[in-house]
């Protein structure tokens, strides 16, 4: 019997639609149940500023909302427009990180300086933008080079890509952002490995990496608290550790099932930033062991969906596009959770597409919406699409008129 039902599930694993149909799926939920969190987690945050209770949520919906519009545009978009975008894309997020730096410009937040205010309460955070940006240039430059069959050789998978990615991660150190920072190295690392870079390639960055971040990492006192409180298990000296210490007092308190939805104790001023970095915390209190492994359960679909939609392309683009985006999300996840659990120092990353944040939740949604148009520009996917009809047989469902005008093309060719 389990047999069996391991040949079901691999059957239909294997379908052409399935990644198109967890990723939209997947992200959906977790987006969704984000909102949920981030309305039950801010609402004590809201109330000690004098706030409507609501007021993160309100800003979060709406961000949400923007999101699904990009999302939308992002799903649609044609891979050639996309490509011609990346340049431009790019050198707005290089100028947005150095607008940023601007004395009376950028806004501190934590101790880091990358932000810019936009009007209101709305403020912008370019190096959320950069992620996105740097996974698109990197994606079209090493596709164009693969092209001209340039990939062998080790400069040319080092240059430009690495200088690029140096200059937007110093302009990122610049602000104190060390976090995203480890983000952004890793998406390289990530387009190197797709590229096919060579094992003593991948020594020397990651070798040159390390002994940078322990520079970064030695020269910064809160940096060094941030390590000391790796496995902690009480505040410590000056209560150095009390954020990561409350975030598993919050997990712990949980159990199974959880003390229910809007019932936590820790988000009542015992835990910092309850409904951004350390949501998670405030979803396995609420929720319990069942919510976090739910949570975890929907990354980890998502994650394995991105690795299937970079491994089934036949076009470099869309591979390195695919893989960048994957390795962005789950290790950004990774580092979150990591740090929420007591196994990594806190690094002040979000939990995409989950945590309170409309900077961070706009280009990840429409980084999804990528993941989504790559997914269905599979030939199986596109020839499963664009057969399917309606129930009155006349038209067919899923797709706009490009697909329609495309069906006769993929039919012809014998795919199924």
């Not at 959906?28 to 809201?46: C, H």
């Not at 101790?111 to 955070?125: D, E, H, K, R, S």
């Amino acid at each position: 019997m389990p047999s069996s039902l391991v040949a079901r599930f691999r059957k239909a694993w294997d379908r052409p639609l399935t990644a198109y149909y967890v990723v939209m799926g997947t992200s959906l939920l977790i987006i969704l149940l984000g909102l949920v969190m981030v309305f039950s987690a801010s609402q004590i945050q809201a109330l000690r500023h004098s706030l409507p209770a609501s007021y993160f949520f309100q800003k979060q919906l709406v961000a949400a909302v923007l999101g699904a519009v990009l999302m939308v545009l992002a799903a649609r978009i044609s891979v050639r427009l996309l490509r011609a975008l990346t340049y431009p894309f790019l050198a707005f997020s290089i100028v947005l990180l150095v607008v940023v730096q601007i004395p009376g410009v950028g806004v501190e937040v934590n101790g880091n300086t990358n932000w810019i205010a936009v009007g209101g309460p709305f403020m912008l955070q370019p190096s959320e933008f950069a992620k996105l940006a740097l996974v698109l240039w990197g994606a079209d430059l090493l596709a164009r080079k693969g092209e001209r069959r340039m990939l062998g050789q080790w400069r040319h998978l080092m240059i430009p890509l690495v200088p690029g990615a140096l200059l937007v991660c110093g302009l990122i150190m610049v602000g104190g952002d060390m976090g995203t920072v480890m983000i952004l190295v890793a998406i390289i690392f990530g387009l190197l490995w797709l590229a096919g870079a060579p094992t003593r390639l991948f020594v020397g960055v990651l070798g040159a990496s390390a002994a940078i971040g322990a520079v970064f990492i030695a020269t910064a006192a809160h940096r060094m608290d941030r390590l000391a409180c790796v496995m902690a298990t009480d505040p410590g000296p000056g209560d150095r550790c009390w954020q990561a210490v409350h975030g598993i007092y919050a997990l712990a308190s949980g159990g199974w099932f959880g003390s229910g939805l809007g019932a936590s104790v820790e988000k009542w001023g015992e835990l910092p930033e309850p409904h951004t970095d350390f949501i998670f915390a405030i979803t396995g209190e609420e929720l319990g062991l069942a919510g976090t492994l739910s949570v975890l359960g929907l990354f980890a679909a998502l994650g394995y969906a991105g690795i299937r939609v970079a491994g089934r392309t036949e076009e470099p683009f869309v591979r390195y596009a695919a893989g960048g985006v994957t390795t962005w999300l789950m290790v950004q996840v990774v580092i979150n959770i990591g740090a929420v659990l007591g196994l990594l120092p806190i690094a002040g990353v979000p939990l995409p597409l989950f945590s309170y944040g409309g900077s961070a939740l706009l280009p990840t949604m429409f980084a999804v919406g990528l993941l989504i148009a790559f997914a269905r520009s599979d030939p199986a996917a596109r020839a499963a699409l664009a057969t399917r009809r309606r129930p009155d047989g006349k038209k067919p469902a899923g797709l706009g008129w490009t697909s329609r005008r495309r069906r006769g093309v993929i039919a012809s060719s014998g795919e199924r």
